[in-house]
């Protein structure tokens, strides 16, 4: 049976000229598991103070521009790579200590596997 999503989803690629089948599903499987609305300043915050670095010093880890965080701080977000990023670093560093964390975003169901 297929999941349905009970609120509106902002889907990154939604009528692109090169939008496909299969990243379709991809954008669809992001959006299930929340990974750009989970990332809000808090969590990012919190993410930094376990892993004992600033916001600066987890901004370069994940190679975003110091010169950003006023707006994702403001914003109470972040853009959507930068979301995947600290993603698959919660999931790489803190999976066994952050019970929401997800473990393997990429298991998608399309014919290149993954």
Request: glycine share 4%.
């Amino acid at each position: 049976m297929a999941e349905t999503l009970k609120y509106p989803v902002h889907l990154p690629n939604r009528g692109s000229k090169l939008e496909t089948p299969a990243s379709l599903r991809i954008d669809l499987r992001y959006a299930r598991l929340g990974i750009k609305k989970r990332w809000d300043w808090d969590r990012f915050i919190r993410t930094a103070a376990f892993l004992n670095y600033t916001p600066a010093e987890l901004a370069s880890i994940i190679c975003l521009r110091h010169s950003h965080l006023d707006k994702c701080q403001r914003e109470n977000g972040f853009p959507e790579a930068v979301c995947m990023l600290l993603t698959l670093l919660e999931a790489r560093a803190m999976a066994q200590y952050r019970a929401d964390a997800i473990l393997d975003p990429f298991q998608h169901d399309s014919p290149q596997g993954s």
